[in-house]
């Protein structure tokens, strides 16, 4: 079993329970939510008072209630992000690229430099749809977690830069 932290800041952002397909030369990874309810079970506390006297006749007791989360943003508590528009996007993709550069192995900044072009096209042609995420810690110059809807779909489609991740075995 492996999880995968950002290169930048260290948070988690996927393990191998989701799995994944490389798509644009292998510079982002595919990944499918799943949207599921979850159940936030309310707590009654009992503080001795006697509702009788407060004049409450019946104990009405609390209500369960149900939220629908998608797994992935609910499992590693990603932050969702203000949208970008296409200048702020630009200005991320530059700073990212040379923060993420001068952490991989040489022959990795050369595929990653010789790519990264085409992923952010492909990034810039879906810029209206997207959800923009961060991890946990909050770390907005580090890897973003990208969201959207995939034509007639219900659950949503994340995109991770797979060159910003690094894989760690549990």
């Not at 191998?16 to 599921?36: C, Q, T």
């Not at 007791?61 to 203000?82: H, N, Y």
């Not at 630009?90 to 952490?103: G, N, P, Q």
């Amino acid at each position: 079993m492996f999880t995968c932290h950002t290169r930048l800041s260290g948070d988690e952002l996927l393990s191998d329970s989701f799995p994944y397909k490389e798509i644009e030369n292998g510079m982002l990874w595919e990944v499918e939510g799943k949207a599921r309810l979850l159940t936030l079970w309310a707590v009654s506390v009992d503080i001795g008072a006697n509702p009788s006297a407060e004049g409450g006749e019946d104990d009405e007791g609390v209500d369960d209630q149900a939220v629908k989360v998608v797994d992935i943003v609910d499992t590693f508590r990603l932050q969702e992000q203000p949208p970008f528009d296409k200048k702020q996007f630009v200005a991320f993709m530059k700073k990212y690229i040379k923060l993420l550069s001068a952490k991989l192995e040489p022959e990795k900044q050369e595929l990653f430099k010789k790519h990264i072009e085409g992923a952010t096209k492909f990034l810039l042609s879906k810029l209206k749809d997207l959800q923009f995420f961060v991890g946990e810690g909050m770390h907005d110059d580090s890897t973003m977690v990208f969201a959207y809807y995939k034509e007639g779909a219900t659950d949503p489609t994340f995109l991770y830069f797979a060159y910003g991740l690094k894989e760690v075995k549990c």
